[in-house]
Structures are given as C-alpha cells and as structure tokens.
C-alpha cells in the first residue's frame, strides 16, 4: 500500500495571503495524484488531478506541481470559501489519501 | 449535470448485514467505473471498493475484503454496496464516487454524491 502524508496538519492564514501544502508518497506515483477540497459536513470535491490539472470549474487561485512522490497545492490567494480540510489522494495504485491538512483562518 | 444520491444507510447491529445503494443521474452511468469511499466520524477518507464500468471487475480494500460486494445495474443506473459481517470500525459515512475516465479506472473521482451514514452499534 502506497502511504501517503501530508503537511502541515493545519495551517492558519490570512485572508488575501498565499496557502501552501504539501503532500508526500511513500513510493513514486508518476503523475497520478489528485486533491480534494472538503468543508465540513459536505462530501469531498475535487480540485486537481494529474498532479496539475484542474477540475472543472476550479477557480485559477487553486494549482498543483509536482511528481514522483513530492506534490504542491497552491493557493494564491485565500477566498473566505477557501477555509476547509485538503486531501491529497495517490491513484497510481489502490487509491489511497493523505490525513489531509486543515485551513483555517488566522 | 452529474448527481450521485446514496441511500441505505442506518442503524446496524455488529455482525448484521446492509445494503447501500448509489443512485446516479446526468451522465452515461455505463461509461464509467464507480467506487465507494468511507469516512469514520472526524476521521479521514478511507477506499472501500471500485466497480468497473461493465461490472466485470471489482476490488477492495483489504479491510473490507470477504465481506463487502460491490455491484452495480446499469439499466437502472444503480451502484450497491453489500455489506455482511459488519463491525464497530466499519461505521462510517459512505461516499459513491465516479471514476476520472470514461472507460477507464484511474482511481482519481471527480463526482461525488453527499453520503450515506452506517453505524454499527449494539
């Protein structure tokens, strides 16, 4: 099983400000890696897929880097709607996500 | 525009037996592998199983496996999950997801419908 970690597990900003997470594989992935936005009491929603792909309907701020087994979500600048829990998700093997990363407000 | 609506979900006695449903809406169902995906309260997001998109394959996760099926009917644009054998650690919200890909099954789920609760409590 393909384990996958993410950092940090919250991270506080600012409105306005730039959020950066990161996700891990214990093995290489390729490009075969997808984030997932989720706020609470809702079901996951997808943001990125292929490492760098965005979803569709996936506002510009939102963007992903990264292969093998280092990955990036960026996002540029936070939206009020942007606070949530970010999963990332290995689909090179038997899927499998991260512990995900809170954001919340600073 | 896609919509995925589960149901099924309950109240369940450790051991008892449950069958979730996963009704799909606004695409070809019959194009794409379907999974389910489970979130114990406050807890993260756990694969259970994935179908493909004729049904002829399926496979799950090793914490599930001998005791849960995965099923899909096509003409009723209908995914199932039967679940025997329940236990406590199986209480969860249960999520159906359709795969990425028409045709395929990448792992990667771009609709996901807004889940079912199962707890397993005596």
């Known amino acids: 099983e393909i384990v996958m970690t993410q950092s940090p597990a919250t991270l506080s900003v600012s409105p306005g400000e730039r959020a950066t997470l990161s996700c891990r594989a214990s093995q290489s992935v390729s490009s075969n890696l997808a984030w997932y936005q989720q706020k609470p009491g809702q079901a996951p929603r997808l943001l990125i897929y292929?490492?760098?792909t965005r979803a569709t309907g996936i506002p510009a701020r939102f963007s992903g880097s990264g292969s093998g087994t280092e990955f990036t979500l960026t996002i540029s600048s936070l939206q009020s709607e942007d606070f949530a829990v970010y999963y990332c998700q290995q689909y090179n093997n038997w899927p499998t996500f991260g512990p995900g990363t809170k954001v919340d407000i600073k | 525009q896609v919509q995925l609506v589960e149901s099924g979900g309950g109240v369940v006695q450790p051991g008892r037996s449950l069958r979730l449903s996963c009704a799909a809406s606004g695409s070809t169902f019959s194009s794409y592998a379907m999974h389910w995906v489970r979130q114990a309260p406050g807890k993260g997001l756990e694969w259970v199983a994935v179908i493909s998109y004729d049904g002829r394959n399926n496979y799950y996760a090793d914490s599930v496996k001998g005791r849960f099926t995965i099923s899909r009917d096509n003409s009723k644009n209908t995914l199932y999950l039967q679940m025997n054998s329940l236990r406590a650690e199986d209480t969860a919200v249960y999520y159906c997801?359709?795969?990425?890909?028409?045709?395929?099954?990448?792992?990667?789920?771009?609709?996901w419908g807004q889940g079912t609760l199962v707890t397993v409590s005596s």
């Open positions: 997801a359709r795969d990425l890909l028409v045709g395929a099954t990448t792992g990667g789920l771009d609709y």
């Open positions: 292929g490492a760098s």
